[in-house]
Structures are given as C-alpha cells and as structure tokens.
C-alpha cells in the first residue's frame, strides 16, 4: 500500500510540474513584462529610435529631414506599377526593398512565357527611377532553359507605368489644391 501511495504522489507532483511549465510558457505566470502598446505606430517608432526595425530612409532616399514614413498606397510610381501589371499574376511584392516580381506568365503557348522584374531606384517620377527586366522561359520536353530578353515589350511596360505615374501625380496635385481651398475657406468662416 505504500508503494502506491508514493507512486502516485510521484505522478501527481509531475504531473503539476509539467502544468507549470506548459502555463509558464504559455503566458509567463511567474514574471511579468512590461505591457505591449496596442498602437502598432508607436511601436514601430519605439523600436526604429532603439535600433530594432528598418526605418524607411537611406534606399529612397531622406527627403525633409527625420524618417520617411511614405507607403505604397501614397507612392504614384508604385501605384501605377501595380496597376500595369493587374493582368498577371504577381510572386514577390517589396515595397522596403522596392522590388515586384510576376509570376510566370504564358499566353496561348504553354512551352513560352514571361517573367516581369521591376526594381524601383527612386520615388520620383523619373524615367530613370525604374528598371524594367523580362526573363523568357522556353521548355521543349522538359528542358527549360530561362534567359533575360531586351525588347520592346520592357520600354512599353516601363513608358505606361511612367505615363500612370504622372497622370497620378497631377490627380494629387489637384486633390491637394482642393483640400487647400476647402480649409481656407472654413478658416477665414471662422
């Protein structure tokens, strides 16, 4: 009878241990951190001032002084980018890295297709801002050979990106104007 008692004390008090380990790891019953803010942009700030996130500038550039906090919905350049390349299928978007990669894509022709690279330089609207690469992949009994093509199709794709780009800038440009009026206009009611 004794041995049963101690064996189950043994299987009780394990069994308590590994429950403590599991809450422990689970939500740090025993010591607790300071609270995590729910605000994701204070957050982001805290940790670029101590050194632990990317911050924006450097690639793009620092226009004005401090952090450039531009993102992709504010970026004309990038916009239009997307908006050309809404036909195919896009793998890899960085937006940090500036940098949108296509998936393969083939028309008609499932031996033929197409891979589209832009690598964006600078957020200005500038010719030379973007850079427009095509690889061509060709398959003939499962022997696929991939090479980077120059052609017409790359000087388009980049024209019709740049010409979306501008139409972009002058929307916002008028958008920004209005907005201007508007708050003159209840500022001088006032």
């Not at 500038?126 to 095509?134: G, K, L, N, P």
């Not at 017409?152 to 958008?175: G, M, P």
Request: with cysteine; hydrophobic share 35%; aromatic share 10%.
């Amino acid at each position: 009878m004794n041995n049963l008692s101690l064996y189950k004390f043994i299987k009780n008090s394990a069994l308590f241990c590994l429950i403590l380990i599991f809450l422990n790891s689970c939500g740090g019953i025993f010591d607790r951190k300071e609270t995590i803010d729910p605000d994701a942009r204070k957050r982001a700030r805290k940790n670029v001032e101590e050194g632990k996130g990317i911050s924006g500038g450097g690639f793009f550039g620092n226009r004005g002084g401090g952090t450039n906090f531009e993102f992709a919905s504010s970026n004309p350049l990038w916009r239009a980018s997307l908006d050309t390349l809404d036909f195919m299928v896009i793998a890899t978007v960085d937006y940090a890295g500036g940098l949108i990669i296509s998936d393969w894509y083939s028309d008609n022709d499932p031996n033929e297709s197409v891979k589209i690279t832009l690598r964006f330089l600078d957020n200005e609207v500038r010719v030379d801002a973007i850079q427009v690469s095509i690889h061509k992949k060709t398959c003939k009994n499962n022997n696929c050979s991939i090479k980077k093509i120059e052609s017409d199709l790359s000087y388009s794709i980049k024209d019709k990106i740049l010409k979306k780009a501008a139409f972009y800038v002058k929307k916002d440009e008028t958008n920004n104007k209005r907005k201007k009026v508007k708050s003159v206009i209840i500022n001088e009611k006032n």
